[in-house]
């Protein structure tokens, strides 16, 4: 089946800086790429996804991009706000409704 | 739209006793799944189901069970609680389409604790 690691397992980062989160994957079959966020005592809520068919999308300070090749893609957010601090969790899919989900990354950004 | 309710949000069950988590969702979603989270291991699949009157297994489906008998409830049964089954449950519901691909809706979950 697919394996999804995630990097890193946690990260500290100053407001205003930029997180950067990495995802690798097994499958080359997999096609769609989606990260959640979860919040603390709350389940995880979708934040961006991409396609296979697409190497980059963003929405506002948050961005993915994605390597075919490498079978890897990313989360980059810009302008970190306190309330950016949370758990992500990347994922991975074949065509399909079965998501593999990374172990996650806890996110803190200090004030 | 209360989106997908999951009760109760915590309990603690002795090894041996049985329990089922309730998961109901309101949006009227065909797809519906459960999943476990553990620290630093992500979420891991336990059950899924496409429809009503269909489930399928997912990557730890041992010492569980569901059904699904309308769209909106899909319950998880624990049977013969262990230890190893202390872990906070995520019920989830999707709607698959071409546009939306598979967008997952997920409930607050529920923290169990086997002692």
Redesign the interface.
Known sequence: ?EN?E?HP?TLSVQEGDSAVIKCTYSDSASN?F?WYKQEL??????II?I?SNVGEKKDQRIAVTLNKTAKHFSLHITETQPEDSAVY?CAA?KN????S????TTVTVRA | NAG?TQTPKFRILKIGQSMTLQCTQDMNHN?MYWYRQDP??????IY?S?GAGITDK??VPNGYNVSRSTTEDFPLRLELAAPSQTSVY?C?S?S?TIAS????F????TRLTVL
């Not at chain 1, 399909?96 to 998501?99: A, G, I, Q, R, S």
């Open positions: 089946g999804v995630q397992s769609y989606p005592g709350k389940g995880p809520q979708l996804d396609r969790f899919s399909d409704y079965k998501l989900f990374g172990a996650g | 997908v797809y630093g291991m992500g979420l891991k699949l899924y496409v997912g990557e995520f989830a999707s698959p691909y598979n967008e997952q997920f409930g607050p979950g």
